[in-house]
């Protein structure tokens, strides 16, 4: 099983940007797609943004051309570039298998806090 701990969430006014990471526990980091997803007060969580093990990429409309996934295979860690943050981006956002709202059972971390507010 795959242990994911985000992280480089935090306080951002409008316009801000942040860099978040997920680092993956395990081995087989490089062969699963990986997806960033957020979950805001009273909202279902949603897909971000996604990249496969082939390195193709996948954005909401919402976050497009804000938003930039990225993944190092060898730190077995998936990033989240986000610019032009806006105060609709606030939310919980979570890494996970790139399928993960798909699959029954998918389980989650923490996830790391974002907040855009001036």
């Known amino acids: 099983q795959v242990q994911l701990v985000e992280s480089g969430g935090g306080l951002v006014q409008p316009g801000g940007s942040l860099r978040l990471a997920c680092v993956a526990s395990g081995s087989i980091f490089s062969i699963y797609a990986m997806g960033w997803y957020r979950q805001a007060p009273g909202k279902q969580r949603e897909l971000v943004a996604r990249?496969?093990?082939?390195?193709?990429?996948y954005y909401a409309d919402s976050v497009k051309g804000r938003f930039t996934i990225s993944r190092d295979n060898a730190k077995n860690t998936v990033y989240l570039q986000m610019d032009s943050l806006k105060p609709e981006d606030t939310a919980i956002y979570y890494c996970?298998?790139?399928?993960?709202?798909?699959?029954?059972?998918?389980?989650w971390g923490q996830g790391t806090q974002v907040t855009v507010s001036s």
């Open positions: 996970n298998q790139g399928l993960a709202l798909t699959r029954p059972g998918s389980s």
């Open positions: 990249i496969s093990s082939s390195f193709s990429i």
